[in-house]
């Protein structure tokens, strides 16, 4: 598992995630600090995160 670090979308406060570098995915999890949805969008290869996308989900 690989920690990452990101800003939330919604409350715009520093949160981290652990992040399976086995295989790319899209999915929702909610924030730590607000509790509002959010979209991530991981890449991988060869185990190295490629990208990294959070996104707000509209209420």
């Known amino acids: ?3 990452h670090f990101f800003m939330c979308p919604h409350c715009w406060q520093e ?3 652990l ?4 295989y ?3 999915y929702v999890e ?3 600090v607000c509790c509002n949805p959010i979209e991530i ?3 991988f290869e ?4 490629t990208s990294f996308e ?3 989900i509209g209420q």
């Open 41 to 43: 969008q991981v890449g």
């Open 19 to 22: 992040l399976d570098p086995v």
């Open 54 to 56: 959070a996104r707000e």
């Open 24 to 26: 790319s995915q899209t």
């Open 1 to 3: 598992m690989i920690e």
């Open 30 to 32: 909610d924030c730590e």
């Open 46 to 49: 060869e185990g190295e995160l």
């Open 15 to 17: 949160i981290s995630m």
